[in-house]
């Protein structure tokens, strides 16, 4: 007689696993993000001495593009994290599809959280 806690192991551990994929793409955007951060700190040292605008110009780009890199990556994470979602909700595998899209939801709250706080604190502190 079976006791019911296989196939309870086999949703929870499968909607649990499908959630440490679905957070993949947060991962990726966090490690692209502060190699962006380190390679800035390293293209200022490097432009020590050339003066301010030059300094401020070629932190500005790497920075800059360090961060247009890491959208592209947590961009693609996404998209290939869906399709697999939708690959294995076509096969059958409904826990799976579910714990990622799940993670998906959580990561895309955590990314638009710091922005919109940005945009609703004041800039400019009372007089």
Avoid: N
């Amino acid at each position: 007689m079976p006791s019911g806690t296989e196939s309870s192991d086999k949703l929870g551990g499968g909607f649990w696993l499908a959630g440490l994929i679905g957070l993949a793409p947060l991962l990726a955007l966090v490690v692209v993000a502060a190699a962006s951060v380190v390679l800035t700190i390293v293209a200022r040292q490097l432009t020590i001495g050339q003066g301010f605008f030059v300094e401020q110009r070629i932190t500005a780009l790497v920075l800059g593009a360090g961060l247009a890199l890491a959208a592209i990556v947590y961009v693609i994470g996404c998209v290939r994290t869906l399709r697999r979602a939708r690959a294995w909700q076509a096969a059958g595998d409904a826990a799976r599809a579910a714990g990622t899209l799940w993670a998906l939801g959580i990561t895309a709250v955590l990314v638009v959280v710091p922005v919109v706080v940005a945009v609703l604190l004041p800039q400019h502190p009372a007089r």
